[in-house]
């Protein structure tokens, strides 16, 4: 009778059983080495996803420590906390009758692990370390983790003593294994073996594996967003089951902004999303799945449950839990519904937002009161006022939408306990302090830009001359050595004409950090300001700035971004904004006003002094880091497209790669001290950790210009024969204008594929490409070809437009010898 009454229990139990799991996936604006609230700020989200009624949390990559320790990574202590706080964890009652997961770095054996830990009432259940590393652009997890490579094993992990006596438990599976509830099953990967080739979750899948968990420190570039969104979908797509997504969001303590963008996909679709910019520190997304679904989804896939009936098994963790809700206990949870097309932000909008949001952490954990901006009316220095205004912005919605953690910063930060800013322009007056730096060769066009910009975004504002404090040190310069140099337009010659223009712009720069440590002493406020630069990727890039100015400074939320997205940022902000003097500052020609004046008209562009256009840099910029092109490369891609596009000598094209080159080895030095700046471009020369390259070079490049000019001449013999030829055949149509596909060849890939046998190598040379392509197309941005930002495809034109030379020197002398201020045999 008692078997037969189980039975009956047993029966029942099976038909009041939901299928319907309740997830939640956390997005964190964690701190490197902040144990304290890093634990407060995963308690918070493991309590929103409580009351949320989800039997599992997940959060991101390393949330315990924070991703951006580092070298912190090498000492016991950072270990040791992470133990501290995850025993804090695993007994906090709020964790309780819920599986949760956190990531934190594990040693097991001597040999470090970036882990996945998950834990259920009140015992650690298993410890998933990461098997494939990350160690491209700014990440280098080998410096510090080794991948754990003992596939479908586990080991026995040996808790610390003091870990093992709180929880009574001595020992945890550590390994390659997943987690099986009483009724679905649930694996790990880890942030880069999703993007990885042999993504594990095609192996957990076809072995039976629903859910999918993978906990990121994927960080933000420009126009990317789009790709982790496209990769979890995929991979739910592909192998069927929910697969959760979850990411770091936030400055956590160096130069890269973390992207959000939390998600859970189902079977292919995005049913949850959480966003990519906000200044909140948890967010939680939520969503709820049929695990019937998953089961009917992967049974109509005939082909995979061919594969997964001899798939190879894992080891699974057994937990008496039900991660599906009773009907009875949750009648009213419905499955969450795919969402529509999800709509991305614009690059202008991700510079409006993604930066702002980077300076906001900065300045409320740096513990200083605001941001001094010199500020010269251009473009570079606008933009980063601007961006400044919209952190204001975001802030003073933060507060309204009743964010107590925003409103609690800024009050910190403005050392006023009630205050509540009522709208950004107001706000932007209490935190950024703009001073325009006036010498002799400044404009009245400038100053007044920079005023009434000020005047509408709100800044502090003052304009000050500084001829005096330049007047002052040539004047010792002169004591010293009874002579006074000169600028060009007076008889100077180049090296007196780049000494004057650089001791204004050094000038400037310890005037800054002057009137940054005493603006809020002025004000009667305590603290200190932030010293805010300006210059942007491609003058980096080139080395257009003088060493230890206005370009040094504490941070630049524009070091990451070309020219060329900086001015559609502005013609954004004055819209969206309501800054109508942005269109006057768009239109006006970039200039560092350095030299004198002629009719009180500027004398001086950047692109003369360059010798190269914005838009060329920026074509250069990811030549040499996407495609991985040195001179002689570089030269082949961009001479076959000219030869092809009939718009550009070949010669021309060598004279500007070999300009470039030139002046990037002559200024690279630069690169190793540039201000931290937020990441944003793909082809950014931070020496920091980004572009790992000498600071030395041989400046003439002989080797490599050798084999340019060579090629010229190999081209040169090539277009004689086809010209000859033509006029046999009594035609002038270049044979590879007609008949020939839009796209035979393709490189650096922006939303198409890379061509089949046109496909260039680094190896391939210049005459070869005009032979074998009849268009080239480089991927971005609008007017450079490859995929606009309208989604249209356009062939490349070369953009390699002539510059105007420079008063009695010639274009490629001014270059070198004009405000760059150093050349080989000319200290600086």
Known sequence: MLGSFNQKLTKKARRTMGHNVQVAVATLNQWAMDFQGNLERILLSINIAAANGATYRTGPELEVSGYSCEDHFHEPDTYL????????????????????????????????????????????????????????????????????????????????RFVALALGQDVVPIGDAVIATLDTCLGYEICEELWNPRSKHIDMSLAGVEIIVNGSGSYMQLRKAHITTDLIRNASYKAGGAYLFSNLRGCDGQRVYFNGCSAVALNGAIIARGRQFALSEVDVTVASFDLQDIRAYRGALRSRSSLAASAP??????????????????????????????????????????????LWDYLRRSGQGGFFLPLSGGVDSSSTAIIVHSMCRLVVDAIEQGDRQVR??????????????????????????????????????????????????????????????????????????GMRPRFRASG???????????????????????????????????????????ANVDEALRGYMTKYDCSSADINPIGGISKVDLRRFLAYAQIEYGLPVVAEIVAAPPTAELEPLVDGAIAQTDEEDMGLTYQELSEFGRLR??????????????AAAAVVDGNRDPKDVADRVKHFFRCYAINRHKMTVLTPSYHAESYSP?????????????????????????????LAKYRTRTDEDLAREGTTQHPHHAGGTANDTLFFSGGAGTGGGGG???TVSAHQLVRQSSGLYLAGVGGVGGVGSDGTVGQLTVGLTKSHSSGGYSRMHSSVLGKIKDRTGVPV
């Open 408 to 481: 609690d910063d800024c009050r910190k930060i403005l050392a006023e306990p009630e205050y509540v800013p009522s709208n950004a322009t107001e706000l932007c007056g209490k935190l950024l302090f703009t001073c325009y730096m006036g010498t002799e060769n400044s404009s009245r066009e400038t100053r007044a830009r920079a005023a009434t910009l000020a005047g509408q975004i709100g800044s502090s504002h003052l304009d000050i001359g500084i001829d005096g404090a330049v007047s002052a040190l040539l004047g010792i310069f002169q004591l010293a050595t």
């Open 686 to 714: 931070d020496d920091n950790r980004f572009d790992h390259r000498p600071f030395l070079y041989r400046a003439n490049w002989t080797w490599q210009f050798r084999a340019i000019d060579n090629e010229l001449e190999l």
């Open 81 to 160: 906390h992470c133990w501290e706080a995850l025993v804090e964890l695993v007994q906090a009652p709020i964790t309780q009758g819920m599986l949760i997961d956190v990531g934190m770095p594990v040693q097991h054996r001597n040999v470090a692990y970036n882990c996945r830990v998950a834990f259920y009432n009140g015992r650690i259940v298993l410890i998933r370390p990461k098997m494939i590393m990350c160690d491209d652009g700014n990440y280098r997890e080998t410096r510090w983790f080794s991948p754990w490579t003992k596939e479908r094993q586990t080991e026995d992990y040996q808790l610390p």
């Open 313 to 358: 098994t894992y080891p699974r963790i057994q937990l008496q839990l039900e991660l599906a809700s009773s009907d009875r206990d949750h009648p009213g949870t419905p499955a969450s519904s795919p969402l529509g097309e999800w709509v991305y932000h614009r690059p202008e909008e991700e510079i409006a937002l993604g930066p702002a949001c980077w």
């Open 760 to 762: 260039m190598s680094g």
């Open 492 to 534: 100077g010659c180049p090296r007196q004409n780049l000494a004057l223009q650089n001791i204004q712009a050094r000038t400037r720069m310890v005037l800054s950090y002057l009137f940054a440590q005493l603006m809020l002493w002025v004000k009667q406020r305590p603290g200190g300001l932030l010293v805010l630069g300006s």
């Open 625 to 638: 880091k996407q495609a991985f092109c040195g001179p002689f490369s570089m030269f082949c891609k961009l």
